[in-house]
């Protein structure tokens, strides 16, 4: 069980608009998989044979979810990611990599750039991208989960508050970039505003409340190493 994350995620879903993705810039130059803990070993004979090398751990990362391979020629790094995306913030994919293919689902797809607290130009790029191709509701299928995305955000506010400020980020950047229409401003617009409205509504846990106290005076996300995805 292997699902697309990533860029070419981002291209391969939203193909009304992919003229967009590359009106803007976005390059592709890596692939990125999630797949789950338990097909560990199956997973890397795969790559095995595809003639595919696994990097040595102690040349990856000290984390023990992420493996990354490279073709014999080193033209292509492969990412692969075990059962959660460990980042500023942390996405559970159990039971969740069977929800859509090939890629992992819209809903996590735009919460894996969302989470990032450095957000660049890139990863707007690929949001900009998938929220003019989707509409954002219910369900999973060709659709942005919202309510799955609030639910996850009511639970825990440093996750809340890194997606949120992100969104506005998004919404203040779209507002005035060359490449976009009036008619693709409005729209991405609109759905940002949906998704902040939604969340805000959203009845917050008790932890949430609590943490939402100490606000941005503590640290509140994970400092992690830089990846291309």
Same mark, same amino acid.
């Given at each position: 069980? &292997?699902?697309?994350?990533?860029?070419?995620?981002?291209?391969?879903?939203?193909?009304?608009?992919?003229?967009?993705?590359?009106?803007?810039? +976005? !390059?592709? !130059?890596?692939?990125?998989?999630?797949?789950?803990?338990?097909?560990?070993?199956?997973?890397?004979?795969?790559?095995?044979?595809?003639?595919?090398?696994?990097?040595?751990?102690? &040349?990856?990362?000290?984390?023990?979810?992420?493996?990354?391979?490279?073709?014999?020629?080193?033209?292509?790094?492969?990412?692969?990611?075990?059962?959660? &995306?460990?980042?500023?913030?942390?996405?559970?994919?159990?039971?969740? &990599?069977?929800?859509? !293919?090939?890629?992992?689902?819209?809903?996590?797809?735009?919460?894996?750039?969302?989470?990032?607290?450095?957000?660049?130009?890139?990863? /707007?790029?690929? /949001?900009?991208?998938?929220?003019?191709?989707?509409?954002?509701?219910?369900?999973?299928?060709?659709?942005?989960?919202?309510?799955?995305?609030?639910?996850?955000?009511?639970?825990?506010?440093?996750?809340?508050?890194?997606?949120?400020?992100?969104?506005?980020?998004?919404?203040?950047?779209?507002?005035?970039?060359?490449?976009?229409?009036?008619?693709?401003?409005?729209?991405?617009?609109?759905?940002?505003?949906?998704?902040?409205?939604?969340?805000?509504?959203?009845?917050?846990?008790?932890?949430?409340?609590? +943490?939402?106290? /100490?606000?941005?005076?503590?640290?509140?996300?994970?400092?992690?190493?830089?990846? !291309?995805?």
């Amino acid at each position: 069980m &292997l699902r697309l994350l990533g860029a070419i995620a981002f291209r391969i879903h939203s193909l009304r608009f992919e003229y967009l993705h590359k009106t803007l810039g +976005r !390059s592709i !130059s890596d692939m990125d998989f999630m797949g789950y803990g338990k097909q560990k070993n199956d997973i890397e004979k795969v790559f095995a044979s595809l003639g595919y090398m696994k990097r040595p751990p102690s &040349l990856t990362t000290a984390y023990s979810y992420r493996d990354i391979y490279l073709e014999t020629n080193g033209n292509l790094v492969i990412d692969v990611f075990f059962d959660k &995306l460990q980042m500023c913030h942390t996405i559970d994919f159990r039971n969740r &990599l069977e929800l859509d !293919s090939p890629t992992i689902p819209l809903a996590d797809m735009l919460l894996q750039k969302l989470q990032i607290v450095q957000l660049n130009e890139k990863d /707007v790029k690929d /949001v900009l991208v998938l929220l003019r191709e989707h509409s954002v509701g219910e369900g999973e299928k060709e659709i942005v989960n919202m309510p799955y995305i609030t639910k996850l955000l009511s639970d825990d506010w440093g996750f809340y508050y890194t997606v949120t400020t992100n969104l506005r980020k998004v919404k203040d950047l779209a507002e005035n970039h060359s490449a976009l229409t009036e008619e693709d401003k409005k729209d991405i617009d609109a759905k940002i505003g949906q998704l902040l409205s939604a969340t805000e509504n959203e009845p917050k846990s008790f932890s949430w409340k609590m +943490r939402a106290r /100490v606000g941005t005076s503590k640290k509140w996300y994970r400092e992690v190493e830089v990846t !291309s995805a």
